[in-house]
């Protein structure tokens, strides 16, 4: 097969075994690969109903349909199965090289079955599969994981693994690939702690197939200067670069989402200028001609790192630093270290600091919870030990790692008015009242609280669309819809956000046609963005979830609407947005499902059975 390898490989942990199968050609034009190729083989393999962290649930990685192919920012992969965070559909993004490798590993696809009595970690090698003991492995941070694993097998390999707060279940749990390249949301880490599987090792040298390989090369040669020439600030400084404009246009969340930029003690003390001081040297993943990422270290003093760290991301910038008040850089180094290590999603364990901090500075908490921590907005030293704790699910931290629903149960009060997040997962750093449209991501994607999942604030690059006033509310519905199902067609094929949105996105089916043969249009394209999409919403109906039943954070809505900064005074009409995007998508206005004349014109009928 071209751009794939056909291979799936399914193991039942209880019994040590595994079988691999040939995925169905049909299945790839349906949905390519990632998580749309994974929602549709879950559908069919186990019951949405299934505890989370129970052995029925199935964890599955699976490659971009194009990822290893040579295709411009195409090098991630997906992980994806019930979430225990959200109970219902979880999916997750990376880059790095596992993507890539998981495919010259043989297979595009592997699912986690059951529960092993001890702890493994599954070998991938040319083809061949083995399940191997993992003591030696379990308690280990992710950096030392990877690098036992890699002495073992040999640093030609990739691995995929969990921390320690993976093994203890945690929430915010995440997958982490090349100590710092993470499929973090969803809290599937913590899937893969509880079917005691502590890592994916991928090695192998099986050629990637193409149709037309020199048609790839002419491609990549025509594309190449797009990239340089806009995205030359991202290679320099990388996601931080968005950090101070956020700022200052009230993107950015302040103080737990109910402050702005006037409360913020030193603006310029973090800023992508400002971490370059601390790069060592660049990083880019597989086949990425942008170079976003980097490697940092802080030398001396009291957030001294042993090793170097990944630069810290636009996301755990906002959510660790204008979130909190915090404007240390040297602290937030530090953190991204400690949340890689343990194996944690940034954007959740912000989230949760802040719903600590705000509980403290309220009265409703005092040191007697924190374990003596003064949990004052701004504390650096006591945000860096809250993250340890939450690291290690202890204490406070062992409430705060099992989510906002049991953080708000567990201390009541008015504590679930701060809690920012959708069914338990945290909104990312980018707040609604900036750009309404991501509201309605936030609340409809069967993923709640992802910046990712297609909006008109992150257009694809190359579609035209009005340029939407910030708090206007109404007439969003059909370029929403167009974006999302961009989104999840980019998604599935293994393309980066930050690609797509620089490189046009009518380019895309050229891409495809080079690597499979296959004649692609953009019609059948945005389709295939609307069957995962839709899939997925199935998905939670089976698991008894419909988003119109759940709440969205008021505050963040503008009620009541802030009184200073970027945002003030602004308002946003969730309803009428929702209202207006089930009408375009033909879905129930009432339980915000898919009707069945839907499901019927998808041919996704044998997926309701």
């Known amino acids: 097969m071209y751009a794939v390898?056909?291979?799936l490989l399914e193991v039942e942990l209880a019994r040590?075994?595994?079988?691999?199968?040939?995925?169905?050609?049909?299945?790839?034009?349906d949905f390519l690969g990632g998580y749309g190729l994974g929602a549709a083989l879950l559908m069919k393999r186990m019951d949405p109903k299934a505890d989370p962290l129970g052995p029925d649930n199935i964890i599955g990685f699976a490659s971009g349909y194009l990822t290893g192919t040579g295709a411009y920012i195409a090098s991630r992969f997906m992980v994806f199965g019930k979430s225990p965070s959200t109970k219902g559909w979880g999916d997750s993004n990376s880059g790095g090289y596992f993507g890539k490798k998981l495919k010259q590993a043989g297979f595009d696809v592997v699912l986690l079955r059951g529960i092993s009595d001890s702890p493994v970690y599954i070998l991938l090698d040319n083809g061949k599969a083995d399940i191997l003991p993992a003591e030696q492995l379990w308690g280990k941070d992710t950096y030392e994981t990877e690098d036992m694993l890699k002495i073992k097998h040999g640093k030609d390999c990739e691995i995929v693994c969990i921390g320690p707060a993976g093994e203890k279940l945690s929430l915010i749990a995440g997958i982490s690939t090349d100590k710092g390249r993470f499929a973090a949301r969803s809290g599937l880490g913590a899937v893969m702690g509880s079917k005691k599987v502590k890592a994916i090792v991928a090695k192998g040298k099986i050629p990637i197939n193409l149709a037309n390989p020199q048609f790839m090369k002419e491609l990549r040669k025509k594309h190449r200067s797009v990239f340089k020439e806009l995205a030359e600030d991202l290679s320099k400084y990388g996601t931080p670069m968005f950090?101070?404009?956020?700022?200052?246009?009230?993107?950015?969340?302040?103080?737990?989402?109910?402050?702005?930029?006037e409360d913020i003690r030193n603006t310029g003390s973090i800023s992508a200028e400002n971490y370059l001081n601390y790069q060592v040297k660049r990083y880019a993943c597989s086949g990425c001609p942008i170079g976003c990422g980097g490697h940092l270290k802080v030398e001396n003093g009291e957030y001294k790192t042993e090793s170097t760290v990944h630069k810290v991301e636009y996301e755990t910038t906002g959510m660790f630093g204008s979130n909190l008040l915090n404007d240390d850089i040297e602290a937030l180094i530090k953190i991204n270290d400690i949340c890689n290590r343990y194996g944690m999603d940034t954007i959740g364990c912000g989230g949760l600091c802040a719903f600590a901090m705000e509980a403290y500075e309220k009265g409703i908490i005092d040191k007697r919870h924190t374990g003596g921590l003064e949990l004052n907005w701004g504390n650096s030293k006591s945000i860096v030990s809250l993250v340890e704790l939450i690291g290690r699910s202890e204490g406070i931290g062992g409430i705060l790692a099992k989510g906002f629903e049991y953080a708000a149960e567990t201390f009541g009060g008015k504590t679930a008015g701060f809690a920012i997040a959708v069914r338990n997962e945290a909104f990312p750093a980018h707040d609604p009242r900036w750009s309404a449209g991501l509201a309605l991501t936030y609340y409809s994607d069967a993923t709640p609280s992802r910046h990712t999942q297609g909006s008109v604030t992150f257009p694809i690059a190359g579609y035209e669309q009005p340029d939407f006033k910030n708090d206007v509310s109404t007439g969003r519905a059909k370029y929403h819809n167009d974006n999302v199902n961009l989104t999840h067609a980019l998604n599935a094929a293994g393309l980066c956000l930050f690609g797509y949105i620089t490189l046009d996105y009518l380019t895309f089916p050229d891409f495809l046609k080079a690597a499979d043969g296959k004649d692609w249009t953009l019609e059948k394209i945005m389709r295939i963005g609307f069957r995962i999409h839709v899939l997925r919403h199935l998905f939670n109906r089976k698991a008894g979830i419909s988003f119109k039943k759940h709440s969205f954070p008021e505050r963040v809505l503008g009620n009541p609407p802030l009184k200073k900064g970027p945002n003030k005074g602004v308002t946003i009409d969730l309803d009428t947005m929702v209202d207006e995007y089930l009408k375009e998508i033909n879905f129930d206005s009432e339980t915000g499902e898919p009707l069945l004349k839907t499901i019927k014109e998808l041919n996704l009928e044998q997926y309701i059975s």
């Open 16 to 29: 040590k075994q595994y079988r691999t199968e040939t995925i169905p050609e049909e299945l790839y034009d």
């Open 243 to 261: 950090y101070q404009e956020a700022l200052f246009s009230g993107d950015a969340p302040v103080k737990n989402w109910a402050g702005s930029v």
């Open 5 to 7: 390898t056909g291979n």
